[in-house]
């Protein structure tokens, strides 16, 4: 992963409360064209030409990394857990990991 905060306005940290294995949300977004690379025996990495997100742990499966371009399109993001129904909290922060942008809950607060 890229990690030069020079180059990445934003981290997002989400949580995802599901029943799914993280090998299936890995799954999940390679549906939708991102790239996917195992990291370790049970951990994932996901790719797109604006962000690079972790996905490890489980109850609940965490998924974080930066996001290269200030104009993604998170709620993009955020709608393949949202349509299979996957309960979540997501936070974006600015690059100093100090400054909550935006959060978003599924189902909605």
């Not at 996901?46 to 399109?73: K, N, Q, T, Y």
Request: hydrophobic letters at 40%.
């Amino acid at each position: 992963m890229n990690s030069d905060t020079t180059d990445t306005p934003f981290h997002l940290y989400s949580a995802l409360h599901t029943s799914l294995s993280r090998a299936d949300i890995a799954d999940l977004y390679r549906s939708i064209g991102w790239e996917v690379h195992k990291l370790t025996w049970t951990d994932f990495e996901i790719r797109s030409p604006w962000a690079e997100f972790v996905i490890e742990s489980e109850s609940p499966i965490l998924m974080h990394g930066p996001i290269f371009c200030e104009s993604a399109d998170i709620d993009a993001l955020l709608a393949a857990p949202r349509g299979l129904g996957i309960q979540f909290e997501a936070e974006l922060y600015a690059s100093n990991d100090k400054t909550l942008v935006r959060k978003w809950t599924n189902p909605p607060e």
